[in-house]
């Protein structure tokens, strides 16, 4: 219980960091994304790793590949491509993680 509440909180922590560099241009950290979402990979891993089989463990870790490598975070937080790139879809990931956090499912 204590591994799930750990989750939870730093989930949320990810969550409303990811949020905030959203809403206030130019603060995004790409360092301290990649880390929080290590951090919360690591935890979800011990979390689920008796529950799922080893293939779905692999799946786990190639999206946190994803995330370590932090290009996806880039595009996603590429201010001078907010037309074209990735970026313009920020506004309904970060409204959906609002939602989910005034419904207090994070």
Do not use: W
Not at 32 to 40: A, H, I, P, S
């Amino acid at each position: 219980m204590i591994l799930f509440s750990e989750f939870k909180a730093k989930y949320k922590t990810t969550a409303l960091t990811f949020i905030s560099f959203s809403e206030v241009n130019y603060t995004y950290d790409r360092e301290l994304l990649v880390d929080y979402f290590g951090c919360v990979f690591d935890l979800l891993r011990n979390l689920i790793k008796r529950h799922i089989s080893p293939k779905s463990l692999d799946r786990l870790d190639i999206v946190q590949e994803v995330m370590k490598d932090g290009s996806l975070l880039d595009a996603l937080f590429d201010y001078d491509d907010i037309e074209n790139g990735l970026s313009r879809h920020l506004s309904v990931i970060c409204c959906k993680l609002k939602n989910l956090i005034d419904d207090e499912k994070i």
